[in-house]
């Protein structure tokens, strides 16, 4: 994780904190989460400061969560970011 | 790190996950069963937390999120039926350990052997450091055999340990095999066939059967008018013998050849002149006839 933490070193504050590792049509591993308002094999959705992150896929399920770190199984399609001001990214 | 498996019921169980996730338990390998159910499992030490947090309690016409342990499956399963069966266990423990080590244990000793010479026997066992209920140094049985063979009459001897038991065979050599510069004593069973002395006096005649033991020659002199006096005997004899024997569970060789050494015929005193060997069922009879020659002072 040295390589983001050297990227996000000087990024803005709304960025920094935040942070998801996504293999492709794979697992997933989110940073700075703070709840999790949908979970279903299907779709999980995290709450985060920048706002809500939709995941979609095939039998996602939660492998580890603990201090806002949330480690993500199974296959990841989609990653979408809605944030509450700018809309969906 | 131990982990135990719950299950929490409640309406958007999910939510369940953020506010423990904010208690600071970590949650692992979570997945949602169905609407209602989410299974997940927590460290061992942090259950009771869980518990605390989410006690189960039931309001009026509402429900809360209801947490329950599910039952442990694989290794774990196994691993806690034999913490309720420690008596098994322990036992099971117990059993290997002593079959393992009771094989270096002497815990009975089996003496097939002529009781005179149980003593002796004993005697030699103990200075070999071979004793019951004591620990047994493997390897030693050829230097036991050999300091029993060493005893007088000796003639066949085995050491055996199978297990925890120590067996001593021992056989000797029936016929008397001392004679002594007074007397010139048959060393063995048979029919006297050849006496000859040249100093001291002649008990048998030949042709006649002798027992072992019997004396041949006197060590006197008799002179015409009837007085005697001592003389060192120097004479020779000649006994025509037969040693038969039965034997269970070897092979016709080995019968014979057990007979053969039993009979003490590697001697240089025996000459052997016939051997039958007679199939008696599953057994073997072996008859070994020889010359057994004797001489004294020559």
């Known amino acids: ?89 | 790190m131990l982990k135990e498996r719950l299950c929490l019921t409640g309406i958007n169980p999910e939510r369940a996950l953020s506010r423990l996730a904010k208690e600071g338990i970590p949650v692992f390998s979570a997945e949602k069963t169905d609407k209602t159910n989410l299974c997940f499992s927590v460290k061992k030490g942090d259950v009771a937390k869980v518990f605390a947090i989410y006690p189960n309690a039931k309001r009026k016409g509402n429900f809360v999120y209801a947490v329950r342990r599910l039952p442990p499956t694989g290794w774990l399963k196994g691993a806690r039926k034999l913490k309720n069966s420690v008596g098994v266990l322990v036992g099971a423990v117990l059993f290997v350990a002593v079959t393992t080590l009771a094989d270096d244990w002497v815990l009975q000793i089996n003496l097939d052997a002529p009781a005179v010479y149980e003593a002796q026997i004993q005697e030699v066992l103990k200075r070999h450091g071979v004793r019951q209920y004591a620990l047994y140094e493997k390897g030693k049985e050829d230097l036991i055999s050999a300091s029993l063979l060493a005893l007088d009459g000796v003639s066949y001897c085995s050491v055996e340990k199978r297990g925890s038991v120590l067996t001593v065979t021992l056989k000797t050599n029936s016929f008397a095999t001392e004679t002594t510069n007074e007397e010139f004593v048959a060393e063995r069973t048979g029919i006297l066939t050849e006496l000859t002395v040249l100093r001291g006096s002649a008990l048998c005649a030949v042709g006649t059967e002798i027992a072992a033991g019997t004396s041949l020659v006197e060590g006197r002199i008799y002179t015409p008018e009837g007085e005697s006096q001592p003389a060192r005997i120097v004479a020779y004899a000649k006994l025509q013998c037969e040693y038969a024997c039965k034997y269970t569970d070897i092979t016709q060789e080995q019968a014979f050849a057990r007979a053969y050494l039993e009979a003490c015929l590697d001697s240089a005193q025996a000459q052997l002149t016939e051997s039958r060997i007679e199939k008696d069922g599953e057994d073997y009879v072996v008859t070994l006839s020889y010359v057994w020659t004797q001489r004294l002072g020559i």
């Not at chain 1, 709450?47 to 806002?68: C, F, M, P």
Request: charged content about 25%.
């Open chain 1, 1 to 89: 994780m040295r390589l983001f933490e050297e990227l996000f070193e000087n990024a803005d504050d709304g960025v920094y904190g935040v942070k998801c590792v996504w293999k492709l049509g794979g697992e997933g591993y989110f940073e700075g989460v703070k709840g999790l308002t949908e979970f279903s094999p299907a779709e999980i959705r995290i709450h985060t400061r920048l706002g809500e992150v939709q995941v979609l896929g095939k039998g996602l399920s939660v492998k580890k969560y603990a201090d806002g770190d949330l480690y993500v199984g199974g296959r990841i399609y989609t990653l979408t970011l809605a944030t509450p001001s700018e809309g969906k990214c």
